[in-house]
T-cell receptor, first 115, second 113 residues
Framework: DTEVTQTPKHLVMGMTNKKSLKCEQH?????MYWYKQKAKKPPELMFV???????INESVPSRFSPECPNSSLLNLHLHALQPEDSALYLC??????????????FGPGTRLTVL | EDKVVQSPLSLVVHEGDTVTLNCSYE??????LLWYKQEKKAPTFLFML????IEKKSGRLSSILDKKELFSILNITATQTGDSAVYLC?????????????FGKGTLLTVNP
C-alpha cells in the first residue's frame, strides 16, 4: 500500500463549527505532515509529526490543532476558523524526518471552505 | 526572502517541444532537492536529487542537480498535453534541530496540441 488517504475530500463549515480532517498511511512511515495550499501558491508547511510526536509547528494559529493518535493516523482539528483559512489541506508522509531518504508522499487533500 | 526560486513562472509550448525548468536555492545544510508535478490535486513525486552531476531519468523526464551552483533543472522532451501541470521544486534542509521542506512558487507548464 503506497497511498496516503485523506477524508473528507471536501468540507464546508461555518466559523463556529468544529470539524476534523483525517489522514492515514500504511507504508510504515514515521513522519507525517500537514500543509496548507492556497490557490496558485505552493504548499506551506503547518505541522510535522515524527514518531508520533509534534516536532515542528510553523507558528500556526491555535484554531488548528493537530493530533497523531498512532503512527498511521494524523488528524487536524478545526475550531473557530476564518474565511481566509479556506484552502486545500494536504497531508504527507515520509520514511522519517531526518533521514537522507525523505521523499514525501502526498494525500489527495481536503478542500476546505469556511463560510 | 525566498529560499527556493523557480523559473520561468509560466511557460506555453506546443506538443513535441522540449522544455527546461529551473530551480535555484539558497539554504544551509542542504539535504536533498525534490521535483513534484501538481495537476488539479495533490503533488505527485517525480525525482529526488542528493548528489551533483548524476542525472535522474524517468521516461521523457530527466533532472540533474548542481550543488556547487545551487540549482537543478527538470527537462521534459517530446512534451504531450498530459504534461500540462504546475511543476514544483522543493528543497529539504536542516536549520538548527529542525528539518524543513520549502517549496518554490512553481512553474505552470501549458502544452498545447
Amino acid at each position: 500500500d503506497t497511498e496516503v488517504t485523506q477524508t473528507p475530500k471536501h468540507l464546508v463549515m461555518g466559523m463556529t463549527n468544529k470539524k476534523s480532517l483525517k489522514c492515514e498511511q500504511h507504508m510504515g512511515h514515521r513522519a507525517m505532515y500537514w500543509y496548507k495550499q492556497k490557490a496558485k501558491k505552493p504548499p506551506e508547511l503547518m505541522f510535522v509529526y515524527s514518531y508520533e510526536k509534534l516536532s515542528i509547528n510553523e507558528s500556526v494559529p491555535s484554531r488548528f490543532s493537530p493530533e497523531c493518535p498512532n503512527s498511521s493516523l494524523l488528524n487536524l482539528h478545526l475550531h473557530a476558523l476564518q474565511p481566509e483559512d479556506s484552502a486545500l489541506y494536504l497531508c504527507a508522509s515520509s520514511q522519517d524526518r531526518a533521514g537522507t531518504y525523505n521523499e514525501q508522499f502526498f494525500g489527495p487533500g481536503t478542500r476546505l471552505t469556511v463560510l | 526572502e525566498d529560499k527556493v526560486v523557480q523559473s520561468p513562472l509560466s511557460l506555453v509550448v506546443h506538443e513535441g517541444d522540449t522544455v527546461t525548468l529551473n530551480c535555484s536555492y539558497e539554504v544551509t545544510n542542504f539535504r536533498s532537492l525534490l521535483w513534484y508535478k501538481q495537476e488539479k490535486k495533490a503533488p505527485t513525486f517525480l525525482f529526488m536529487l542528493t548528489s551533483s552531476g548524476i542525472e535522474k531519468k524517468s521516461g521523457r523526464l530527466s533532472s540533474i542537480l548542481d550543488k556547487k551552483e545551487l540549482f537543478s533543472i527538470l527537462n521534459i522532451t517530446a512534451t504531450q498535453t498530459g504534461d500540462s501541470a504546475v511543476y514544483l521544486c522543493a528543497v529539504y534542509y536542516s536549520g538548527g534541530s529542525n528539518y524543513k521542506l520549502t517549496f518554490g512558487k512553481g512553474t505552470l507548464l501549458t502544452v498545447n496540441p
